[in-house]
């Protein structure tokens, strides 16, 4: 207790180091507690997927495969392999739903516009991405070409799954049928138009995320 007491400049057996100890701790537990408290949550507050991006890029691959991709996993290799060799950084993922994963699930739901490779603007948010209808075509490649023809897609305009066939989860060329959408659409085909063999030779959409 004498060391205590010296500490806190009170003479050894003074009767008032109690009280002087106990506004200290009182003190000290306020200036804690204001600091934690400061964002009201005691924690940072989350700043967003999108903080410090100020879009989201789109574009059609260059190349065709029938419906054996190997899964989402291997349309999202796809994906990733054209944005690298196109030098475009970011994770990038195929526009691909199964009957049970769509890309509503999968897929981040940006608040900034998604955007051609050239920077023309697709849609505003998420929110306009699956409204049915585009601003513009995704028709360009990951180096800016332009393409044409369909995609796979599995997915309604709402970014829900389509229901009905997916060849097999997209692991499949010769599994029955999947919905595909139109490169050159702005409309709902852009996603939702036919349902061709899955055995046809197709592009795929690429979001980055």
């Not at 996993?73 to 690298?84: K, N, P, R, T, V």
């Not at 513009?136 to 800016?144: H, K, R, T, V, Y």
């Not at 023809?149 to 049928?177: E, H, I, N, R």
């Not at 063999?197 to 795929?204: E, P, T, V």
Request: a negative charge; aromatic letters at 6%.
């Amino acid at each position: 207790m004498k060391s205590i007491c010296w500490l806190f400049g009170a003479a050894p057996g003074a009767t008032y180091v109690g009280t002087r100890l106990l506004a200290l701790s009182v003190a000290m537990v306020g200036l804690i507690g204001c600091s934690a408290s400061s964002s009201g949550t005691g924690a940072l507050p989350d700043a967003g997927p999108d903080s410090g991006v100020s879009e989201r890029r789109v574009f059609v691959t260059s190349t065709v495969q029938t419906a054996a991709l190997g899964g989402i996993a291997g349309a999202d290799e796809l994906c990733a392999a054209q944005a690298a060799g196109a030098d475009l950084e970011g994770d990038f993922k195929a526009w691909l739903s199964t009957i049970s994963s769509s890309v509503s699930q999968r897929l981040a739901h940006s608040t900034v516009p998604y955007v051609l490779v050239d920077g023309t603007m697709v849609a505003s948010d998420w929110d306009d991405l699956v409204d049915g209808a585009l601003l513009a075509p995704i028709n360009l490649d990951a180096n800016g070409q332009a393409r044409t023809g369909d995609t796979w897609t599995g997915t309604l305009a709402t970014g829900a799954s389509y229901l009905t066939d997916d060849c097999a989860a997209f692991t499949s060329a010769s599994a029955g049928f999947a919905l595909c959408g139109a490169v050159a659409s702005t409309t709902v085909t852009w996603t939702e138009n036919i349902t061709p063999a899955c055995s046809s030779g197709l592009r795929l959409y690429c979001i980055e995320q």
